[in-house]
């Protein structure tokens, strides 16, 4: 089991820019993908970003594509979520999530086992 740690989420103004950090602990992150996720009240959970354990494929979501960019360092077992651009639309809780070691990307939450807290980001207009 893998646990994460999400930070970072905060209050921004629209047009602002976080950066969400995920950190995980308890077990070797090789081949392990990391997905971020984000769920706004009243709103079904939605797929934002993965990174494959690598870190050579990302997959982002068509709402945050071009505005947002995943990274990771497997040496500080952290993954980063850099948001600019914001929007008064992408508030939402934010998740980041583990995947079952060498699985394909994906973007389906049922796809992953393990799960942080979550960071609530907060984008005003």
């Known amino acids: 089991q893998v646990q994460l740690v999400e930070s970072g989420g905060e209050l921004v103004q629209a047009g602002g820019s976080l950066r969400l950090s995920c950190a995980a602990s308890?077990?070797?992150?090789?081949?392990?993908?990391i997905g971020w996720f984000r769920q706004a009240p009243g709103k079904e959970r939605e797929f934002v970003a993965v990174?494959?354990?690598?870190?050579?494929?990302?997959y982002y979501a068509d709402s945050v594509k071009g505005r947002f960019t995943y990274s990771r360092d497997n040496a500080k077992n952290t993954v980063y979520l850099q948001m600019n651009s914001l929007k008064p639309e992408d508030t939402a809780r934010y998740y980041c999530?583990?995947?079952?070691?060498?699985?394909?990307?994906?973007?389906?939450?049922?796809?992953?086992?393990?799960w942080g807290q979550g960071t609530q980001v907060t984008v005003s207009s």
């Open positions: 990174i494959s354990w690598s870190g050579g494929t990302t």
């Open positions: 308890g077990r070797t992150l090789i081949g392990v993908n």
């Open positions: 999530a583990a995947a079952q070691r060498f699985t394909a990307t994906s973007r389906d939450y049922r796809d992953y086992n393990d």
